[in-house]
């Protein structure tokens, strides 16, 4: 595949002088107009990637490219052709929500009507109105959060990274933001999406890749990467407090556990007994409550990883069985 | 398709990052600029209540040197503590992706810098010659001697806040040039009063050199070695940008 606004990333490794192999030989591409979510549990080297990307670190070696332009040796052009949501927070304490959206456009060369009118759009669109005119300081971490998408999508480049942009929003709004990464690919710029929030990337992606340890293990459609899991189904139990997890029974093909939410995949023929299993449970005492749906994402991001996304629990994950 | 749009000019983009800067700034302004001529006009009053009468050579220094420090302390201190506040908070790398020549994002911020300042150096001078009753030769010289000085200490203050990544470091740093420009450089006082080797190490380092250009604009007879004094300040600008290209310019 190749063409204008085509996102390369060819064997793409970085090594820091302390010798940490943050990313190892990754490629992956992302065609204009396509929503690319970029998995991995933290210290995966996901925000080391598109750091690269930026033009803030350089790789040791590889290729990283956009059209015809090589965004390693033109650093300058990197930042004229991606917009970046870092992971932390836009600095915007002295600005008024809205002004600092226009503003941004402005930076990024928009006249200043058009950029008007889309900040107003986007205002709306993510249900911003209540602060428009309310200066940083004051605003909470989710609606700075949600500022600081605005700012970057108002005068998007080609290619619009976004590092975990849904970080302490409230769900209404998560999803009007996702209807918005959305309208972006509608509108024929490449988004690369960094997050761990496998549940949600799911909904909002085209393809995606995992990464683990500096390497990309997988890579494909939400429902390819599911595909594995066909046939099955993830029963869920939510373990009384201070009662021990129950031991596995035999049709558990692999679970799970992230603080009291055991979670196992079972065979779709076993779902008959596997309820009258997490029946006994409860009853036991050991157990609350239960819940047999269909497999995730998450499930089979688990399974390539060995981690949990950020979806829930409080504690590490714990692998018991399977 | 959107987000094929370039960024526009040079010039777009300075004015875009003053625009910017003095947004991003307008809490904290007013605030630099009270203590900019705090610093001034403070120390200008401050002797003068401290030993009483002040002898009229003496008087001098201090007046004319009290805005050099005015211009000097907005870009070596203000940018680095805003830099390090950026590098702690995350926020650093967000502004380093945005795109603007990084020229053009360094001239909005002298920009912004000589605008806090000027005021508290025309402050200063008139507290200053209030208080002491002098006599000012002000000659056309202060304009590039003030904007050369002003600039010279934003690109030392660039140095520090691009060339050192630790903020802690950046931040104790430009502190430490401060204390040396007040206490250890030839600003507010003859360089015949340091000790000779002091008077002869700061013969080569920016501030004293800068106070010199700025006196010799403001009163006459009192300045020496004004074009030798240019060309070292000038070096120091230099070698300051060269640094802050560096910096920028390099990437781990």
Excluded at chain 1, 65 to 78: C, H
Aim: with cysteine; net charge neutral.
């Amino acid at each position: 595949m190749d063409g204008e606004g085509l996102f390369r990333a060819d064997s793409v490794t970085k090594v820091y002088p302390n010798g940490i192999r943050a990313n190892d030989g990754i490629s992956l591409h992302v065609a204009p107009g396509e929503v690319y979510g970029l998995l991995g549990p933290n210290g995966a080297g996901k925000t080391t990637l598109v750091k690269q990307v930026i033009g803030l670190l350089k790789p040791t070696s590889g290729r990283i490219t956009l059209g015809s332009r090589d965004l390693v040796a033109d650093p300058a052009a990197a930042r004229q052709l991606c917009s970046y949501l870092p992971q932390a927070q836009v600095p915007i304490d002295s600005f008024r929500a809205r002004e600092a959206i226009v503003l941004c456009g402005r930076v990024r060369g928009g006249g200043r009507v058009e950029v008007e009118r889309q900040a107003d759009e986007l205002v709306e669109a993510l249900d911003l109105g209540q602060w428009r005119d309310k200066r940083g300081i004051g605003l909470s971490g989710g609606v700075k959060r949600l500022v600081g998408f605005a700012m970057v999508t108002v005068c998007p480049g080609k290619l619009v990274i976004l590092d975990e942009p849904t970080n302490d929003v409230d769900p209404l709004r998560r999803r009007l933001l996702w209807e918005q990464v959305r309208r972006l690919g509608d509108r024929g710029v490449a988004v690369l999406l960094v997050t761990h929030n496998v549940l949600e990337a799911e909904k909002a992606v085209d393809r995606l890749a995992v990464i683990d340890d500096g390497r990309l293990i997988a890579e494909g459609t939400p429902s390819a990467m599911k595909a594995h899991d066909r046939g099955h189904l993830r029963l869920q139990l939510m373990i009384a407090p201070g009662r021990d997890a129950p031991a596995l029974p035999p049709f558990a093909q692999r679970s799970n556990l992230v603080g009291r939410n055991l979670m196992t995949v079972i065979a779709q023929q076993d779902a008959a007994i596997g309820i009258s299993w997490a029946e006994e449970v409860i009853a036991g005492g050991a157990a609350e409550e239960y819940a047999l749906s269909a497999t995730s994402l998450e499930d089979a991001y688990i399974e390539l990883t060995g981690h949990n996304s950020g979806n829930g629990g409080d504690a590490d994950p714990g692998d018991i069985g399977g | 398709m959107a987000g094929v749009k370039p960024a526009g000019s040079w010039t777009h983009a300075y004015w875009r990052m003053v625009a910017w800067d003095f947004a991003d700034l307008r809490l904290y302004l007013p605030v630099l600029s009270a203590v900019l001529v705090l610093q001034g006009a403070g120390l200008a009053l401050g002797v003068g209540l401290l030993f009483g009468t002040v002898p009229r050579t003496a008087a001098v220094f201090l007046v004319t040197g009290a805005p050099v420090m005015n211009l000097i302390t907005a870009g070596l201190i203000f940018e680095p503590q805003l830099v390090a506040e950026q590098r702690t908070r995350g926020s650093y790398e967000f502004l380093q992706s945005l795109p603007v020549p990084r020229s053009a994002a360094a001239l909005a911020w002298y920009t912004v810098a000589l605008v806090t300042a000027l005021p508290a150096v025309a402050l200063t001078l008139l507290t200053g010659v209030a208080r002491y009753h002098l006599d000012l030769t002000v000659t056309p010289m202060v304009v590039p001697a003030m904007l050369l000085t002003c600039l010279t200490g934003v690109l030392l203050g660039l140095a520090v806040a691009h060339g050192v990544t630790a903020p802690m470091v950046a931040m104790l740093l430009s502190t430490t040039l401060i204390f040396v420009m007040t206490g250890f450089s030839p600003v507010a006082l003859p360089a015949d009063q340091l000790p000779g080797w002091l008077a002869s190490v700061n013969q080569w380092l920016p501030f004293g050199p800068m106070a010199t250009i700025v006196r010799g604009a403001l009163v006459s007879g009192v300045a020496s070695e004004v074009p030798r004094s240019y060309l070292v300040v000038t070096a120091w600008a230099a070698g300051s940008a060269l640094v802050v290209a560096w910096a920028q310019g390099h990437r781990r």
